[in-house]
């Protein structure tokens, strides 16, 4: 290991600090015995009991988590779809305006998105609540899978669908057998993205949510406005741990696959 | 030894197992096939030679079904199958990059396309079994293509191309990722897995010697067009163009001028001060006509003295020479600045060689050594 030099542990503590600090700060008042966020009076956990009496919290949490699914998931299959074609569709008439279209969302302003879908729904007559919030997690979750489906399907070598039709498949049997299969860490790194995207929403769903029907970003934000309660402070974390424990989970598995393979390939190179 | 010679192309009643009838192919303003017509017939090893972009590629990929001729039709066992999409030809390929799938592993990769067919387990499981005995792969039936080596992944590939039993199995440079001494052993590995299978192979490469090898007939391919279309001895010794002589191996071309002298033998003038060259020829020149004579370096005869009987003897210095180890190959240079290449084996040690630099030589040929051409 390489000690580092002075200038560059000075760097390293000021980054983390500042990304980290207001986080640790907020776990540390979660465990507050006291009712007042800035003064701390003991460690307790009594806060996380109180949490899971609160029926208005755990309905909001409900629906987020089906929003959250329903929509990244729906989003990963347009998304997909869309990448596929882009790529693989070969020069049709629009393509490149087409491409440049799928990116758009990505630089549109949330309040934008969100308003032009209110007007929408309106418009069509569409009563706002879950499925509202679906739908429009769904449009603005699906560009992200585009794009990170079709940087995986550039590099993906087309004579393997080649050989599949060669072996009797039909186009359609191609996809679900060998294109899909090789391609599904980027489709399931899709679906992840566009699921943290929708759980930590709260511009869009602003917009599309009606009163049968709220988010935890939502309630957080309301709540908020109200005072900073601890019970805020317990509900957060619990969401920092969530996401903490899946990003380690699927960088440790997809670091593990890499490693693995790295060493089967030089073993098959020395028995050359 | 078995008399009859495997020549169905030269039998005129044998109906060819593929028929390319007039086929182009255009992509956008570019020709990649020209009007091109060629019969290929069963059992046949046939090489598509030539050099990159000459449209070898495209043939193939038109008869796995890729690719759809812009203009003609190709016919396999008598149909047309330029309607018929690539999963209902009885063909399968073998990919230049081998495309296994990285998410099976051998056994799966071989009997992907049996599972297509819905093909009974028991029947399946024997033919993936034949199949990886057929390519010495049954220690490695369950590991994933990356963890084996090269040459075993060239062999799975054959092994799940021949799986389905095709009419006929396409080769795209099939050999082109081994190292040379392996590729070498693999060329003879083919050849007696298309004797033992009995399947017609065509296969596309740029190596000449790969060509020569394995087919029993090779066409020469340059911009879309078949330059030749023969069997690999009579490609080498009577090449129909300056291309095709040009192309297959290492050749001396002189032009020059013929006149006809005696019975279907031809004098060529050649440069000033020279006496004319001699050259038997079956195609017949009219006197003066253009021509260029091409001499094989393994049939010029390099000596000290003038050979008392040779037909065709010209005098120069050693400008060059290149040892090969069995061989060696002379450039001598004549007196009007030509050279000429001459190639002896080496069945001295090198210490004794007869000649060196700037050593003068006599080279000479005989009136049949050369293959006299139009253009």
Redesign the interface.
Known sequence: MNRLSWFNTVSLTLGFAFLYIPMVILIIFSFNESKLVTVWAGFSTKWYGELMQNQAFLDAAWVTVRVAVFSSTLATILGTMAAYVMVRGGRFFGRTLFSGMIYAPLVMPEVITGLSLLLLFIGIGLDRGILTIVLAHTTFSMCYVSVVVSSRLVTF?Q??E?????????PA?AFR??TL??IAPAVISGWLLAFTLSLDDLVIASFTSGPSATTLPIKIFSAVRLGVSPEINALSTIMIAVVTVGVITASLVSKRAMVR?RQ??Q???R?? | MNSTVFAPWEDPQAKPLIQFKNVTKRFGDFTAIDNLSLDIFEREFFALLGPSGCGKTTMMRMLAGFEKPTEGHIMLSGQDIDPVPPNKRAVNMMFQSYALFPHLNVWDNIAFGLRRDNMPKHDLEDRVEEMLRLTRLEKFARRKPHQISGGQRQRVALARSLAKAPKLLLLDEPLGALDKKLRQDTQFELMDIQEKTGTTFVIVTHDQEEAMTVASRVAVMDQGKLMQVATPDRIYENPNSVYVADFIGDVNIIEGRATAAVEGTYSIEWAEGQPPLTATSAASFGNGQACHLAIRPEKVTISAERPADAVNAVQGKVHDIAYLGNLSTYHVELPNGTIIKAQTANTRRISRRSFTWEDPVWLSWTATAAVLLAD
């Open positions: 070598d004579s393997l080649e050989a599949a039709l060669d072996l009797g498949c039909s049997q057998l060998v299969p090789i393979q089967e390939e073993a098959a190179a028995t050359e």
